[in-house]
C-alpha cells in the first residue's frame, strides 16, 4: 500500500514548489554525486514535460539499469556470471 508523507516545501527551490513523497514499501537511500555542468545539461534536456523523464532521479535511476545491464551482458559473455545474483 502506498503511504504518502505531508506535501512539503522543497527547501533547494527557491520558488514555490511543493513535493508530495510516496513510499511504495520500498526505501530508497539518497545519494549525492557531482556532476560536470556540461552532462547535467545533456541529462535537463531529457527531463520535463518535452523530454522522456518526470525528473533528474527517474533518469538517472533509468541510466543506472541500463549501464548495470549492459554490465551484466558483458560479464556473461566473458563468463563472469556466476547467476547466483538477484536481479
Do not use: C, W
Not at 3 to 21: C, H, K, L, V, W
Amino acid at each position: 500500500m502506498a503511504r504518502a508523507t505531508p506535501i512539503e516545501r522543497d527547501p533547494g527551490r527557491r520558488s514555490g514548489n511543493y513535493t508530495i513523497q510516496v513510499f511504495l514499501g520500498e526505501y530508497m537511500p539518497k545519494i549525492s554525486v557531482e556532476v560536470p555542468a556540461e552532462l547535467l545539461a545533456d541529462l535537463d534536456a531529457h527531463v520535463g514535460t518535452e523530454g522522456k523523464f518526470v525528473n533528474r532521479s527517474e533518469a538517472i535511476r533509468a541510466s543506472i539499469r541500463k549501464t548495470l545491464d549492459q554490465l551484466d551482458e558483458i560479464d556473461e559473455r566473458q563468463g563472469r556470471l556466476d547467476g547466483g545474483e538477484d536481479e
